[in-house]
């Protein structure tokens, strides 16, 4: 049985369009202008960066094509999509793990996630009341500091968010999504672009040109280049399913190559224009470091408001789209997991999101208690880390189970599935764009992976 002619059982984006807009909806978020900025400061700017960008070209597209081709091909969740195809390609039914494996990984990012996106649902209001309202740097470092001490209102604040988007996940992802994505997404790229003119215009913007593209090999550390794979990973939503299940809703008409190069490229641009707007803030007050940590943006950000025209009202702004970026994404996380129990189970999708949001807010205590009484130090390969569970969880999904699940999708659609089969789905209609791929997925990708993994247990480097 050819599995081409799969009819997608929870229905399918109306256009190639709508599926960009989703699937950028999923890269874009806290990765993007949270985490990104926070961990190229604290590995050394330049070299991480530059890291950062060759996995994006040569392992995140490859793997992000090759999601979405599994993904359209098995028209199911992750983890009966991978058991369909193995069986059809005459494989074990073992590859069905990746599915597996994916389903954990969305659990465990979404507990942190979603407290993160809580920090900027508090600032939402900060901002609006005219609290943040201060141009200097310590009494802001301390506003933080007080609401990430404070496990009752983290508490709330993740509530919230759990709640925004388990409604959206129990509605189904198609209704209301691409509302939210088409408008809200640009105006975010916008608010950008302001913040990149005004740090322009402030005096350490070649500075911080500098500390992001200036590579220092010497501040390459095993943990710095973990990391920068890893993140290629995370910002791209790959190696846990999500593009894989979005694919699954893909028409069949779709140029694969195109969509994928053009939502990887978007999504870094968000990045690094998140970047330079936030270190010339950094550079600017001598209080603020660039390592700073998970609180970067929370402690530079609001500066940047309080000096600008319109500051309230722009900075108020941007947390709302920081957070409707972050709620594109989550429901991305939770999805393979929710069809899946739809899928086997004959769950409704109300229930079946009932019980993956209880699960994943319930984890998500263990990164609020992060930040007061259960922190805790520990080195990373170089590098101090200071918040216990959250940094192991962070490590643990990004750093390896991406990579690891990235790894086997490109083992899999590189030396599992005929050539025919692969060639066939991505329609790439020109011979050495396909060869170029398949050399990708086959050797570069998986290897790459395999060293840098190696790299973690300390047997090379
Ligand atoms: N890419 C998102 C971000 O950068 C986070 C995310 C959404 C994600 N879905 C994912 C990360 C799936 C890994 C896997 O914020």
């Known amino acids: 049985m050819s599995e081409k002619n799969n009819k997608p059982i929870h229905g399918q984006w109306s256009s190639r369009w709508v599926f960009i807009l989703a699937a950028t909806g999923s890269a874009v978020g806290l990765g993007n202008i949270w985490k990104f900025p926070y961990i190229a ?17 040569a392992i995140g597209i490859p793997i992000m094509m090759a999601e979405v081709m599994l993904g359209r091909r098995g028209r199911r969740s992750p983890i009966n999509t991978m058991r369909a195809l193995a069986k059809s390609e005459g494989r074990h039914g073992i590859w069905s793990w990746i599915g597996w494996m994916g389903v954990a990984a969305g659990f465990f990012i979404l507990s942190y996630y979603s407290v993160i996106a809580g920090w900027a649902l508090a600032y939402v209001f900060r901002t609006a009341s005219g609290a943040l309202q201060v141009t200097d740097s310590v009494t802001v470092k301390n506003i933080f500091g007080e609401l990430v001490s404070d496990p009752e209102k983290l508490l709330a604040w993740h509530t919230v968010f759990m709640v925004m988007t388990m409604i959206v996940v129990a509605r189904g992802v198609k209704h209301g999504l ?25 005096g350490h913007f070649g500075e911080a040109v500098d500390f992001l593209f200036t590579p220092d090999f010497s501040k390459l550390t095993g943990g710095a280049v973990l990391t920068a794979m890893g993140h290629a990973f995370f910002t791209l939503s790959l190696g846990m399913g999500a593009i894989m299940m979005y694919g699954s809703y893909l028409p069949e008409d779709a140029s694969i190559a195109t969509t994928s190069i053009t939502i990887s490229i978007a999504d870094t641009g968000v990045a690094l224009l998140a970047g330079l707007a936030i270190f010339p803030i950094v550079f600017a007050f001598p209080e603020l470091e660039a390592g ?47 069809a899946w129990l739809v899928e086997n189970h004959g769950m409704s999708r109300i229930m079946a999101a009932v019980w993956v949001g209880l699960a994943i807010w319930t984890l998500g205590i263990a990164t609020i208690m992060s930040f007061s009484s259960w922190a805790f130090e520990f080195n990373f390969l170089g590098t101090v880390k200071q918040n216990g569970i959250f940094d192991l969880l962070d490590i643990l999904t990004a750093n390896i189970m991406l990579p690891l699940g990235g790894m086997l999708i490109a083992i899999f659609a590189g030396w599992m599935m005929k050539v025919k089969h692969s060639k066939d789905e991505l329609a790439i209609g020109n011979e050495t764009g396909y060869q170029i791929w398949l050399f990708l997925i086959k050797f570069v990708a998986p290897v790459l992976v395999f060293i840098v993994i190696l790299n973690l247990f300390g047997v090379i480097g």
């Open 41 to 57: 400061g604290e590995y050394g700017g330049g070299a991480f960066v530059l890291i950062y960008l060759v996995c994006v070209a």
């Open 292 to 338: 700073a940590g998970p609180g970067l943006i929370f402690q530079t950000l609001p500066l940047a408001f309080a000096q600008m025209p319109g500051g309230q009202f722009f900075g108020t702004l941007f947390f709302v789209l920081i957070v409707v970026a972050a709620w594109t994404s989550s429901i991305s996380l939770v999805e393979p997991a929710v």
């Open 178 to 202: 691409e509302k939210a994505v088409r408008l809200l997404m640009p105006a975010l790229l916008i608010l950008l672009l302001v913040l990149d003119g005004y740090a322009l215009n402030s």
